[in-house]
């Protein structure tokens, strides 16, 4: 009389007969021979698994550190025989492998590369598992660089070079801000003292050409033979002199100018007023 197995869906078993393989059960029920001839050996799980290996190494420029490898693997179903056989502990296998493959590619490179080519020591991993294990009825799905681990302190002088970093870069901004400030402020004085100095060199020129013509009309109304161009120009200074007494005398921030004033002819009166103003820079006055 024979007997019944079930078989979960998730797996396959390995039948023995006196003990030789016979073949492999697939998921459900099945009868098979005399009980003391024919039996279930084991179990192999056909699910996709994940094993995490943790491996300390050191880096190129003398820095140890922890690589954690996920390894994804599952048994070939046209391989179960020798996924059963061959291999008494797989994960063991497994796990000295990628030992020595992460210890022979990290050190080849510094810690910084290490971060930026962990994808490349990950491809590494699978490519020389896949071909240790594709003899034992193991596929290698997939390698992943699933944690990158230095000493703390290390991780704690890295985080300070790079605020170091930081920080100077943003002195050299800041730097550069306050520069370009100071350059657009220089340019914006000096084209302001260009367009004041050119606004003063034509409100002179209008001065000049306003008494120009001043003293060309007053020369042809008045035809006596002592009145001249000079003396035209000393009325229309002293015209300007007074109504500068009369601006003075109405504002409110001026503190106090001295003139030197004689009643003698007008011919002086120019040689005075410049006199007057020089006196009262020097006695502080304001004009």
Not at 62 to 87: G, K, M, P, S
Request: with cysteine; proline share 3%.
């Amino acid at each position: 009389m024979g007997c019944c197995v079930s078989i979960r869906q998730d797996q396959t078993a390995v039948v023995e007969r006196c003990g030789k393989f016979t073949g492999v059960l697939g998921p459900g029920c099945h009868c098979l021979g005399a009980p003391c001839w024919c039996r279930v050996r084991g179990r192999v799980p056909m699910r996709l698994m994940q094993l995490n290996v943790p491996v300390e190494t050191k880096t190129k420029d003398n820095v140890f550190v922890q690589l954690t490898i996920a390894v994804q693997f599952q048994v070939i179903r046209t391989n179960v025989e020798q996924a059963f056989y061959r291999l008494a502990r797989p994960l063991e296998q497994i796990k000295a492998y990628v030992f020595d493959v992460v210890r022979t590619e990290v050190p080849k490179l510094n810690l910084d590369q290490v971060f930026l080519a962990k994808d490349e020591v990950a491809d590494t991993v699978q490519q020389e598992l896949q071909k240790s294990m594709d003899d034992f009825g193991y596929a290698i799905e997939k390698s992943l660089v699933i944690d990158i681990s230095p000493d703390r302190k290390v991780t704690a002088a890295m985080n300070e070079i790079e605020a170091s970093k930081r920080l100077r870069r943003a002195n050299q901004e800041k730097a550069e801000m306050t520069k370009t400030v100071m350059v657009m402020r220089a340019e914006a004085e000096a084209e302001g003292q260009f367009l004041q100095g050119s606004g003063m060199a034509k409100q002179r020129r209008a001065i000049i050409e306003g008494l120009r013509e001043s003293v060309k009309d007053f020369s042809k109304d008045i035809k006596s033979s002592d009145v001249n161009a000079k003396t035209i120009l000393d009325m229309v200074v002293i015209t300007q002199y007074f109504d500068t007494l009369r601006d003075l005398a109405h504002g409110q921030a001026t503190s106090m100018t001295f003139f030197q004033h004689d009643e003698g002819p007008m011919g002086p009166i120019a040689e005075e007023i410049r006199n007057g103003v020089l006196q009262a820079r020097a006695g502080g006055g304001r004009l």
